[in-house]
């Protein structure tokens, strides 16, 4: 659903459909086409220059930055916790999701000159591709509040971390990877239905080229597209409410941890500043997360709520097809930066990722002299967290600072 071309349907919603094949179509049965009603069936420059420009480079940092940071994560030995695992899992499912998404779109605008056409996907793309892409919008959804449970427990209550997180990890991980899928098999029925429209357009160029038969994928009935929408929606606010509380609940305490500290005489006289980067990191990760993918899930929820109340899907917010149109189109184009920039938020808004990153690409005699620079740092850096020794004092029942 994440994928689904509704806003280019609108464009199509007086056509008297008939499931024929290109060759099927004669004139008598397909829809006559002024020359300005065609138009609005071309793709305009600022389509043409974000599936042309924009996508592509975004598919490519989000590749290049996303295996990079698995990368990362596998080689470096201090890098392999159980926190950067779920990153891991996190950085596959948006590398798995940028391909399918921005393939589909650059597939299709190769492949046909009708904006939305899906014949260059054929009924496989209908239910495969749109499969893959919800299957991994939705393990981005469960691995990016795994990442906030696990940072929680580790900060607000580190002596069951081991046992609910850190211990079955393993477990954790399979069972999100299923229930993405499950999630996403159940979408199926909202694009399994592809449907061949037979047209007949102006004589007259560009449009003599054009196929005569254009084809979407449509739901199989309308109840499915209702519910398909909420499957899509309803996941995201849950996720988003989950992941407001928690990141609030690690901020207060790590909050409480340095006032403890001070208390009994263990604090730094840096650790207010290197609490507040760490939570720095946490909001910006987080808020940039659920702000990118918001405008398209209100959308969608929108959509929902207008239809289950039978009146017109944005009445009370935009009349006008192409204004809404546009407006979905950049929705979704936030939802695939978003999939793109996770490694470069880790790395620019936590020194330990930056520093990995160096020791895994700088040159060999580079990594010497910064592994040194790193002991020296590491003898007199301050830690936003306390350690295990310093902690214990004050909570024995601590038993881990990963967070």
């Not at 509704?6 to 919603?13: L, P, Q, T, Y």
């Not at 449509?218 to 990141?247: C, E, K, R, S």
Request: overall charge positive; glycine content about 4%.
């Amino acid at each position: 659903m994440l994928l689904s071309n509704n806003s280019d349907k609108d464009v199509f919603a007086n056509y008297s459909y008939r499931n024929f094949a290109e060759e099927q179509c004669i004139p008598n049965m397909s829809y006559n086409t002024s020359v300005p009603e065609a138009e609005s069936y071309q793709y305009s420059t600022g389509y043409m220059l974000l599936v042309t420009v924009f996508l592509p480079l975004t598919f490519l940092v989000g590749i290049i930055s996303n295996v990079a940071f698995t990368y990362v994560a596998l080689r470096i030995k201090h890098m392999r916790t159980v926190t950067n695992k779920y990153l891991i899992h996190l950085a596959v499912s948006d590398v798995i999701f940028l391909t399918a998404a921005i393939g589909d779109k650059l597939w299709k605008y190769t492949g046909s000159p009708v904006m939305g056409d899906v014949t260059p996907l054929g009924s496989f793309g209908c239910i495969w591709v749109y499969f893959i892409s919800d299957m991994a919008y939705f393990a981005s959804l469960i691995f990016v509040t795994i990442v906030s449970l696990d940072r929680y427990f580790a900060v607000c209550r580190p002596q069951d971390r081991k046992n609910v997180i850190k211990g079955r990890s393993t477990e954790i991980t399979i069972l999100s990877w299923v229930l993405a899928c499950i999630l996403a098999g159940s979408l199926i029925p909202s694009n399994a239905n592809i449907t061949v429209y037979c047209m007949l357009w102006p004589d007259t160029e560009p449009y003599v080229n054009w196929p005569s038969a254009i084809s979407f994928c449509l739901p199989i009935n309308n109840w499915i597209a209702d519910f398909g929408t909420g499957v899509q929606t309803v996941p995201f606010f849950v996720t988003l409410v989950l992941n407001v509380y928690m990141y609030v609940a690690i901020i207060r305490g790590l909050d409480q941890c340095i006032q403890r500290m001070s208390q009994h005489g263990v604090a730094k006289s840096k650790d207010t500043g290197m609490r507040r980067q760490i939570a720095r990191m946490l909001v910006v990760n987080g808020a940039t997360f659920f702000c990118l993918l918001a405008p398209f899930e209100l959308g969608s929820l929108f959509q929902m709520i207008a239809s289950l109340r039978g009146g017109d899907v944005y009445l009370f917010i935009i009349t006008n097809n192409t204004a809404r149109s546009y407006l979905m189109l950049t929705a979704r184009t936030l939802s695939y930066v978003n999939s793109a920039i996770n490694p470069l938020i880790y790395t620019a808004m936590c020194r330990r990722y930056l520093e990995a990153f160096k020791q895994a690409f700088l040159p060999s005699s580079w990594r010497n002299k910064l592994n040194q620079d790193l002991r020296m740092d590491q003898s007199t850096r301050v830690s936003a967290l306390p350690t295990q020794t310093e902690e214990t004092k004050l909570n024995p029942d601590f038993n881990d600072t990963n967070v």
